[in-house]
C-alpha cells in the first residue's frame, strides 16, 4: 500500500553460468562412499551436474554414469589371474584415457587409487584438462618418493587430515582441508548402551572386540596371534564377551582361526557391523589401518598390531618416516595407545597390552576418551560443502 514500508527485495543467490560435467575414478568400496559425498556437495551446488567414468553403488545411486564399475579396479588373487587383471586394468585406464582426453569433461576427480589415478590425472592434466585428487596419498608416513608425482599429476589436493595441506604447500601442490567424512558418520557421543543390545551382550559385561583385519593377507597374519592373545586375557577375565565383526570373504577364515584357538564359546564372529562393535566394546585388539582411527572415533582404549612378511616388512621399514602407524598416534603426534609390530607382536605382549587397558584406572580411561574426542572435533568439518567450494574454484580458474 502507498505510505508502507514495503518489505526488502531478496536479492538472487548468484548460481553458475551452467553445471559442470566432472569424470570421477573410485577404485574401491571406501573410494566410493567417499566419491558418494562429494557428489552430495557437487548436486547441491549444481543439480544438473554430470558425472561420469569409474564409480560404484554409492555414486550410481547418485546418477552417476559408470562406464566401467569400481570393482573392475579390484586386484585379488595370484599368479596369472594376478597378471591378467592387472592387464585388464591398464587396458581400462588407456581406454578411459582416450575417452576423456576426446571428450573433455570440466574437471576429473581422482578419488583415492592413486595407483590408477595418479598416472591418469599426469596425462589430463598435461593435456590442459583440470586435476583434483581426493585423499592425499600418506606421503608423510612412507611413499615420500611419491610426492613429486603428485605435484606432476594433480592441481588440487583434497585433505583429510588438518595437517596434510601445510606439508603438501611446502612441495608447490595446492590444496585444501575438508575434513574426514567418518568424523560425520560416527556420533561424537556413540551410544554403548544401544549398540550392546544390538549384538545380544550386556549393559554390565566386559567386553573386548578383535579386529584383525579386512584383508586376506592381513588375516592370514594376524588372526593366529589375536586369538592366542584372546585365549590368555581369558585365563586372566574368564567372563569377558569377545566380538570379531567379519566382512563376509573372510568369516570362515575367522571362525576357522576362532576354533584353532580354542574360543569357540568365548567369541561370537559377526557379519560386518564394525562399528556396532567398537560403540560396544571397553577395548579392542586392532589391526593397523583406517579402523583404528574408527576405534578413537568411537573414544575405545586400543592395542595396534601388525604382521606382514618379512620382506614386505624390511621395505615399509625402509620407507616409513615416522615413528607410528597407527593412526590415533599419527594425529595425536606421540603414542597414546601401543603399537606392536611384527616380531613385537607375540600372543604374550598383546595379551599383556590389552589387559593392562582392561585393569587401568578410570582416569586414564578418561583422559584417553577427551584426548580422541578433541581428534572426533577437529575432524568434522562439512566435508561435501568444502569439496564442491574448492573444485568450484578451480572450475572458475579454469
Not at 505510505?3 to 543467490?13: A, C, D, E, I, K
Not at 584438462?129 to 603428485?150: G, L, M, N, Q
Not at 604382521?307 to 614386505?312: G, Y
Request: with cysteine; proline share 8%.
Amino acid at each position: 500500500m502507498p505510505g508502507m514500508p514495503q518489505p526488502p527485495v531478496p536479492l538472487p543467490v548468484p548460481q553458475p553460468a551452467q553445471s559442470p560435467r566432472i569424470a570421477m575414478v573410485a577404485g574401491e568400496t571406501s573410494g566410493d562412499l567417499l566419491a558418494g559425498l562429494l557428489l552430495d556437495g557437487l548436486q547441491e551446488r549444481w543439480p544438473g551436474v554430470q558425472s561420469l567414468g569409474i564409480g560404484g553403488a554409492q555414486m550410481q545411486r547418485r546418477g552417476f554414469d559408470a562406464w566401467w564399475p569400481s570393482e573392475r579396479l579390484a586386484v585379488h588373487g595370484y599368479s596369472l589371474e594376478l597378471v591378467r587383471k592387472l592387464l585388464g586394468i591398464v587396458r581400462i585406464r588407456r581406454q578411459l584415457r582416450e575417452r576423456l582426453l576426446q571428450d573433455r569433461p570440466d574437471v576429473f576427480v581422482g578419488v583415492d587409487a592413486p595407483d590408477f589415478n595418479l598416472g591418469l590425472e599426469a596425462d589430463l592434466r598435461a593435456a590442459g584438462i583440470p586435476t583434483v585428487h581426493f585423499v592425499c596419498p600418506s606421503i608423510w608416513a612412507w611413499r615420500a618418493d611419491r610426492v613429486e608425482k603428485i605435484r606432476r599429476s594433480a592441481g588440487h589436493v583434497l585433505c583429510i587430515f588438518p595437517f596434510e595441506p601445510a606439508l603438501l604447500a611446502r612441495h608447490g601442490i595446492a590444496a585444501t582441508y575438508v575434513g574426514h567424512p567418518l568424523a560425520n558418520v560416527i556420533p561424537l557421543v556413540p551410544d554403548r548402551q544401544a549398540a550392546r543390545a544390538q549384538l545380544g551382550l550386556g549393559a554390565d559385561d566386559e567386553v573386548l572386540a578383535i579386529l584383525p583385519g579386512s584383508r586376506s593377507a592381513e588375516v592370514a597374519y594376524i588372526a593366529r596371534p589375536f586369538f592366542q592373545a584372546a585365549a590368555l586375557i581369558r585365563k586372566a577375565h574368564p567372563h569377558i564377551r569377545m566380538v570379531v565383526p567379519a566382512v563376509p570373504a573372510l568369516h570362515a577364515r575367522i571362525e576357522a582361526a576362532v576354533r584353532e584357538a580354542g574360543l569357540q564359546d568365548a567369541v561370537t564372529v559377526v557379519a560386518g557391523q564394525s562399528h556396532a562393535v567398537l560403540a560396544a566394546c571397553d577395548c579392542t585388539l586392532i589391526a593397523s589401518g583406517t579402523a583404528t582411527l574408527e576405534a578413537a572415533l568411537f573414544k575405545r582404549p586400543m592395542v595396534i598390531a601388525y604382521h606382514m612378511h618379512s620382506i614386505s616388512w624390511r621395505l615399509m621399514r625402509r620407507k616409513q618416516l615416522q615413528p607410528w602407524v597407527g593412526l590415533p598416534n599419527i594425529l595425536s603426534g606421540e603414542f597414546v595407545v601401543p603399537e606392536l609390530l611384527q616380531d613385537a607382536a607375540t600372543p604374550e605382549a598383546l595379551a599383556a597390552a590389552v589387559l593392562r587397558w582392561l585393569e587401568a584406572p578410570a582416569a586414564e580411561r578418561e583422559a584417553l576418551e577427551r584426548r580422541f574426542t578433541a581428534l572426533h572435533e577437529e575432524l568434522r568439518r562439512d566435508t561435501p560443502r568444502l569439496a564442491a567450494d574448492a573444485i568450484q574454484k578451480i572450475l572458475a580458474a579454469g
